[in-house]
């Protein structure tokens, strides 16, 4: 079945910086890849998410770049701010077929320091 | 105001007793989904249910059942015979099967 790993576990940025997760998958048949936002003691948020039609999908501070050959993509967060410290997830699937649910990595506890 | 509702927030247990979280959504989604969480790991799926009065199992289903007798209500009980059930519950929906999964807030349940 599908494996994803992500990396890293943590994350220290100064405020203003560039923040990057990576995420790798094991099937090559997935085709659907979500990230995820989670703050302390709270359900986790859809933040971005991208088909693997495209290469790449940006929502203003945020975008997310995926390469198939590699079977890998990653999340790119441009100039950070405090509220942007949380955990954040990384998920994929193969939407369409009988193996439908997402599979998640194990999370990035970003931390943004003022 | 639409959304995804879990409840309670806390929920305390003693080890033997069955308990059942709540999930109610008003989306008119008819796909919905139970997760469970432990600490620094990411999210395993319990159940998923993709229409009424049908359910499947996920990936950690031993000691859970769950019932989907209406389109918005998806409980999940926890049974004696779940091992470790202290853990963090995540309810989920989403208009179907292929389609962006929406959280609810989560329960925490901790069983002594």
């Known amino acids: 079945g599908e494996n994803v790993e992500q990396h890293p576990s943590t994350l220290s940025v100064q405020e203003g910086d560039s923040a990057v997760i990576k995420c790798t998958y094991s099937d090559s048949a997935s085709n659907y890849f979500p990230w995820y936002k989670q703050e302390l003691g709270k359900g986790p948020q859809l933040i971005i998410d991208i088909r693997s039609n495209v290469g790449e999908k940006k929502d203003q501070r945020i975008a997310v770049t995926l390469n198939k050959t590699a079977k890998h993509f990653s999340l790119h967060i441009t100039e950070t701010q405090p509220e942007d410290s949380a955990v954040y997830f990384c998920a994929a699937s193969m939407y369409g077929g009988s193996q439908g649910n997402l599979i998640f990595g194990k999370g990035t506890k970003l931390s943004v320091k003022p | 105001d639409g959304g995804i509702t879990q409840s309670p927030k806390y929920l305390f247990r003693k080890e033997g007793q069955n308990v059942t979280l709540s999930c109610e959504q008003n989306l008119n989604h008819d796909a919905m989904y139970w997760y469970r969480q432990d600490p620094g790991q990411g999210l395993r799926l319990i159940y998923y249910?993709?229409?009424?009065?049908?359910?499947q199992k996920g990936d950690i289903a031993e000691g859970y059942s769950v019932s989907r007798e209406k389109k918005e209500s998806f409980p999940l009980t926890v049974t004696s015979a779940q091992k470790n059930p202290t853990a963090f519950y995540l309810c989920?929906?989403?208009?179907?099967?292929?389609?962006?999964?929406?959280f609810g807030p989560g329960t925490r349940l901790t069983v002594t």
């Open positions: 249910s993709q229409i009424v009065n049908d359910f």
């Open positions: 989920a929906s989403s208009i179907g099967r292929d389609y962006e999964q929406y």
